[in-house]
């Protein structure tokens, strides 16, 4: 029986009836990013003025790497992402000297998420979130994703040797997150599943190893861990082969295919069915509610309604108010707890 959003989410990930699917979404806040204090209260006000049933953390982007050497600093701007002072990776050779330099930044993210579960409590599940080595590297080169790709298909033992190193900090991150009392991992690979990166028998050889790696190194405790897909034409089938309850991506890039053959094709709960960069941004709410209750028509038992990706900073908070009611409006009228 459902009683609290914990409830909800894990019925949601079985595939068994709900009393209305589970509702969250995310975002930077980019200058309180750089703050442990100002993002863990932002993240619990979010949370609770908005009724999120499960909580993406949402730590500045840029951490991982600045944990092997990067720098970044704050933009100054709350709509705009840090900026890069430093990349460390500047030739070929500079993957064999790859070396974390500060596993600290990734520690006071951990302690940080656990503020935000010591707030929230037992009953609202909070993701940590965790990028893919690969995600990681291309901030060390700059977010230069053509040339990351050419290092690592023209010298898979230099540039793999440094992805294996990296995925043992993510390995020692994901464990004190879920020790700090994460939920789960939302384990986000951008861009690079994807036939505009690189063919699916490649990605299988030289970076599908890492993510089972590290998805088989979460403590069992952790419960609920999702595959995040970022961009268009992704490879979702990758969610069949790792050890994760949801998919997350958006249905809305292009060449992905709908929600419905996504949970058909992978055999997990998926998450998304409203677009970010434009609905959640301008509206107006009935858009946002035709998505929602396209998303809960589409799959009655298995969804988790979110965006497809982070939500602008722009967007308004109505908006986002708008997808969360529509969830509750739809399954009252019979929509969310069907077979």
């Not at 092997?68 to 460390?88: I, K, L, M, N």
């Not at 030289?206 to 089972?212: A, H, I, V, Y």
């Not at 979110?306 to 529509?326: F, H, I, K, Q, Y």
């Amino acid at each position: 029986m459902v009683v609290n959003s914990r409830d909800r989410v894990e019925a949601a990930l079985a595939g068994r009836a709900v009393d209305r699917p589970p509702v969250g979404a995310w975002g930077h806040s980019y200058l309180d990013e750089w703050s442990p204090e100002r993002l863990a209260a932002v993240t619990v006000d979010r949370a609770r003025r908005l009724g999120w049933d499960y909580v993406k953390f949402q730590p500045r982007a840029t951490f991982f790497a600045e944990a092997f050497g990067a720098r970044y600093r704050p933009s100054g701007s709350p709509e705009q992402a840090p900026v890069c002072d430093h990349t460390p990776i500047d030739d070929g050779d500079s993957w064999k000297r790859l070396a974390l330099a500060d596993f600290g930044v990734m520690e006071q993210q951990a302690r940080t998420l656990g503020r935000v579960v010591g707030e929230l409590g037992e009953t609202v599940p909070v993701l940590q979130t965790v990028f893919s080595p690969m995600s990681v590297a291309a901030y060390l080169v700059g977010r230069d994703r053509d040339r990351l790709v050419a290092d690592l298909r023209g010298r898979p033992e230099v540039v793999g040797a440094a992805l294996d190193r990296i995925a043992d900090a993510l390995i020692e991150f994901v464990v004190a997150s879920v020790q700090e009392g994460a939920a789960g991992i939302f384990y986000a690979i951008s861009g690079f599943a994807t036939p505009a990166a690189m063919p699916l028998e490649v990605y299988r050889d030289l970076l599908l190893p890492l993510d089972r790696r590290i998805l088989r190194n979460v403590p069992r405790q952790a419960w609920f861990n999702v595959l995040h897909l970022c961009g268009p034409r992704q490879y979702l089938e990758l969610a069949a082969q790792l050890p994760v309850q949801a998919l997350s991506y958006s249905v809305f890039d292009e060449g992905n295919p709908a929600l419905a053959e996504a949970r058909r094709r992978t055999g997990r709960a998926v998450m998304g069915g409203v677009e970010q960069r434009r609905v959640l941004v301008d509206g107006p709410a009935s858009e946002i509610a035709a998505q929602v209750q396209d998303a809960i028509r589409s799959v009655p038992r298995g969804l988790l309604v979110g965006p497809g990706c982070s939500v602008p900073p722009t967007a308004p908070e109505a908006n986002l108010t708008a997808m969360r009611d529509a969830a509750v409006a739809a399954a009252a009228g019979g929509a969310g707890g069907g077979s």
